[in-house]
Nanobody, 125 residues
Framework: QVQLVESGGGLVQTGGSLRLSCVASGFTLDYVGIGWFRQAPGKEREGVACIGNNGATTHSSAAMAGRFSVSRDNAKKTIYLEMNSLEPEDTGEYYC??????????????????RGQGTQVTVSS
C-alpha cells in the first residue's frame, strides 16, 4: 500500500537549518508529485512546497521560496525539504502528502489522499 515516512525533524535554534526526508513506497515515485505541509498546534495545515514528477517546484508563498527548497531523488524514493534561516514561527509538524498526481499544478494545496505520520520541527528563540 502507499506509504510516506518522514524523518529529519528536531530541535534547532533560530537561524538554523534542517533537512527533512520523505521516503515513499507502494507506488512508483518517478511518476508522482509530492507536497510538503506543516501544522502548528491550534492552526490549520499550511502548504510549504511541492515538487512534480518532472522536478518542477512551487511554493505556497515567496517567503517560503526564499528559505525552503524541495528536491527529489527517485533512485532513493525520497523527497527532501531543505529549510534554512528557521524562525520560531516555523515550529510545527511537517509531513508529505500525495494524491498520486504527476504535477503540482493539479491543485497540490488541496491534496489529502495519502500522508505520512509527520516529523516534528521545533525552533527555539
Amino acid at each position: 500500500q502507499v506509504q510516506l515516512v518522514e524523518s529529519g525533524g528536531g530541535l534547532v535554534q533560530t537561524g538554523g537549518s534542517l533537512r527533512l526526508s520523505c521516503v515513499a513506497s507502494g507506488f512508483t515515485l518517478d511518476y508522482v508529485g509530492i507536497g510538503w505541509f506543516r501544522q502548528a498546534p491550534g492552526k490549520e495545515r499550511e502548504g510549504v512546497a511541492c515538487i512534480g514528477n518532472n522536478g518542477a517546484t512551487t511554493h505556497s508563498s515567496a517567503a517560503m521560496a526564499g528559505r525552503f527548497s524541495v528536491s527529489r531523488d527517485n533512485a532513493k524514493k525520497t523527497i527532501y525539504l531543505e529549510m534554512n534561516s528557521l524562525e520560531p514561527e516555523d515550529t510545527g509538524e511537517y509531513y508529505c502528502v500525495t494524491n498520486l498526481r504527476a504535477r503540482c499544478e493539479s491543485g497540490w494545496l488541496e491534496w489529502t489522499r495519502y500522508r505520512g505520520q509527520g516529523t516534528q520541527v521545533t525552533v527555539s528563540s
